[in-house]
């Protein structure tokens, strides 16, 4: 019974979010069409392009994380399918764990796509995904990988709009008010974290100073992440969001 209550729930999750990731993902690939057919250039040199053409696939990737997290639970408020989630014969804390699993898979799987895409943007400039997240070495250290910048910046980009948006969807009852919140709150964290490690100036353009703000950052959405299961698991139980 509960193997099938769980299907139930993932299946519902998946229904619920698959039309706006189809929208969403399509609108992303229409605009890089667009900027190829075009010509259009991000930025001077092809390094450069290449940048921006990856800085614009994490920036859809970190909305429709903030609007994936804002719905979780703020729509079904809304929905009124709340009496229905706390009705099944299944632990508050697993079927709080189904909802995140199905939607932290969906993100996931949006920016893979999404950096796929601009990469094969950036075919023509020569801009691959390696050539896309090159970072200069900072303080005489040693040059950042691809993969180290990649998770600096859009991956842990993703996990913080979707954790704030997450949070403010299970204190609000309104998606649009919780992901607007979690998209200001989120960049204000990002942008506040990476100013006390790099001091005064520094080039929010660039990788680097991402990279080396990951631990703060990744600290800060950890215990985000926290906070929301907690509310989450309480909120299943009856605790329910507030109803502004």
């Not at 999750?13 to 075009?38: C, D, K, S």
């Not at 893979?112 to 895409?117: E, F, G, I, R, Y």
Request: glycine residues 10%; positive net charge.
């Amino acid at each position: 019974m509960s193997t099938s209550a769980t299907g139930r729930i993932a299946w519902k999750e998946l229904r619920q979010q698959i039309a706006f990731f189809i929208a969403f993902l399509a609108i992303g690939a229409l605009v890089y069409l667009v900027l190829v057919l075009v010509g259009h250039q991000l930025a001077g040199t092809s390094q450069q392009s290449g940048s921006g053409l990856s800085m614009l696939a994490g920036l859809f990737a970190s909305v429709y994380a903030a609007a994936c997290g804002a719905t979780l639970f703020a729509a079904e408020r809304e929905e009124r399918t709340v009496e229905f989630l706390r009705l099944l014969p299944l632990g508050s804390g697993r079927l709080a764990a189904e909802k995140l699993l199905v939607a932290a898979g969906l993100c996931i799987v949006y920016l893979a796509l999404m950096t796929l895409v601009a990469a094969l943007a950036g075919v023509e400039r020569r801009s691959a995904v390696a050539e896309q997240f090159s970072v200069p070495a900072w303080q005489g250290s040693r040059d950042v990988s691809w993969i180290e910048a990649f998770l600096a910046t859009f991956g842990l980009g993703v996990v913080e709009f979707f954790a704030w948006s997450l949070l403010f969807s299970l204190l609000l009852s309104r998606p649009l008010v919780a992901a607007v919140l979690g998209i200001l709150v989120a960049s204000t964290v990002t942008q506040g974290a990476t100013l006390l490690v790099n001091g005064e100036t520094w080039d929010a353009f660039s990788y680097a100073p991402y990279v080396r703000a990951f631990w703060p950052r990744a600290a800060a959405v950890l215990l985000v992440l926290i906070v929301d299961g907690w509310l989450a698991s309480r909120w299943l139980r009856g605790g329910g969001p507030a109803t502004r």
